[in-house]
């Protein structure tokens, strides 16, 4: 099958080479981010699909919001997050699909997988990212960009879908690499040609530096990457607190550049809930509202411990003692409960409707868990949208009431009628991690 592509990442790759020089046994990252990815796996399963306008989220003109489109869609002005309605309105003959989020998560297991045969560290990032550890690694492939090339062949040898590369020093650098010539790109920057490359970029191009972020730097007058570097990070750290210090680090390539794999995670413990019903349910309602309020109560605890975390798995248990879990990645690390909840309420549509069996017991968990700001932390988290922010304050304030008058006084209101009958069935729901 002819790559569709070719010609744009031919073009990324020649500017590619003419950047790779580097000291042996500096440290080195490789970022890869698969291209549409929910859409490319629709069209890589459906060839009908090819060359046409693909949008994942649900049916156009209805309430909802696009999940991602692929890039003929994103010609139309469609984008994640926006409406099906102003979708449909853009692209009246689009292909609009709905999410199926099984066949994304194993294929994302798949991609996984087969990173690891380029590194002996691999982190999975989120559902269609990783960061992989090329230091020690490239020469083994002749070269950075050979090395960058062959990952981009193997996934598309073996999973058929493309995806955009990003090589620098830094997992954040290597991250803003692979979105520079998206998609199949792949993007090399090196430590000497930062500032070339990316100071005149606005300073919203640093993963995690959203419109507050971007307001405060513009605030003192920073507008640009090279401004950004520029900045003492005492002024930086005044304004932006912790995250001021990170940010600086980022523009001068040294920030984190450990990859992190599934084993060595210090903190990989899980945090979750699981409640098993006096008897057996086959309403969704009812496990739709004892899994808000099982995501409300994981959530809690991660915020007490100051956790985020981006891994979210569901356990079902059928009446006949069938035990099945399936996991997905979120986009970004979280202790939203709403986060969690949506995640895991595709979960449970794709794992309950698999089966369709009687349920006895249900369970929720976040794992991949760190503590933002330490050492694991990955600076680009910086959580700073502004409903985010909003929730924060909201979140803290709930906490703070449970604090004084106790767990059950507050609740999400579509928790409530989980609440009540668990008041009446006695039971109590049992705490992991
Ligand atoms: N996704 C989601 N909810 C969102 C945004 C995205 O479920 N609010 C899903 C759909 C995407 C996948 O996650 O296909 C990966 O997200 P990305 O942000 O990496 O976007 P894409 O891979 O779709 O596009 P790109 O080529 O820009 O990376
Ligand atoms: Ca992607």
């Not at 853009?90 to 999410?99: A, D, E, K, V």
Request: charged share 25%; net charge positive.
């Amino acid at each position: 099958m002819l790559n569709p592509v070719m010609a744009d990442k031919m073009r990324a790759q020649a500017g590619a080479r003419r950047s790779e020089q580097r000291e042996p046994g500096d440290p080195l990252v490789l970022h890869v981010d698969m291209d549409a990815f929910f859409a490319a796996v629709e069209e890589r399963d459906n060839p009908e699909l090819h060359g046409k306008p693909v949008i994942v989220g649900g049916e156009k003109n209805t309430r909802g919001v696009v999940t991602t489109a692929n890039y003929v869609a994103r010609n139309y002005g469609i984008h994640a997050g926006m409406s099906l309605f102003e979708a449909g309105k853009r692209c009246p003959h689009g292909i609009y699909l709905r999410s199926r989020g099984g066949k994304y998560s194993w294929t994302s297991l798949q991609l996984m997988e087969l990173l690891r045969q380029f590194s002996p560290k691999v982190e999975p990032y989120s559902v269609d990212e990783a960061f992989l550890s090329a230091t020690g690694c490239v020469q083994l492939w002749g070269g950075m960009y050979e090395y960058g090339k062959a990952v981009q062949d193997t996934i598309w040898e073996k999973l058929h879908l493309t995806a955009s590369v990003g090589i620098g020093p830094s997992k954040t650098i290597a991250k803003i690499a692979s979105g520079m010539n998206k998609p199949n790109g792949l993007t090399i920057i090196m430590q000497k040609d930062i500032m070339k490359v990316l100071g005149d970029s606005p300073v919203s191009i640093i993963p995690g530096v959203g419109k507050s972020t971007e307001k405060a730097l513009n605030s003192l007058g920073i507008y640009t990457f090279a401004q950004l570097a520029k900045t003492p990070q005492y002024i930086l750290r005044a304004r932006l607190g912790i995250a001021g210090p990170s940010l600086s680090k980022i523009t001068k390539g040294n920030s984190g550049n450990r990859v992190v794999t599934m084993e060595e995670r210090p903190d990989d413990k899980s945090m979750g809930h699981e409640h098993t019903f006096m008897e057996n349910v086959t309403c969704e309602r009812t496990l739709l509202a004892r899994l808000l309020h099982l995501c409300d109560k994981a959530a809690r605890r991660m915020r007490r411990e100051k956790y985020v975390g981006n891994v979210v798995t569901l356990k079902l248990r059928f009446a006949d003692f069938s035990t099945f879990s399936h996991q997905t990645h979120l986009l970004e690390f979280s202790d939203d409960p709403h986060v969690i909840y949506t995640t895991a309420v595709k979960l449970l549509r794709d794992l309950w409707h698999e089966n369709h069996k009687a349920v006895r017991l249900i369970g929720v968990s976040i794992s991949n868990l760190f503590i933002p700001g330490s050492e694991r932390g990955v600076q680009e988290n910086l959580f700073d949208s502004d409903i985010l922010a909003r929730k924060r304050v909201l979140f803290a304030a709930m906490d703070s009431v449970r604090n004084h008058y106790g767990e059950d006084v507050l609740a999400f209101a579509g928790g409530m009628e989980c609440r009540r009958r668990g008041r009446r069935d006695g039971i109590k729901d049992i705490v992991d991690g």
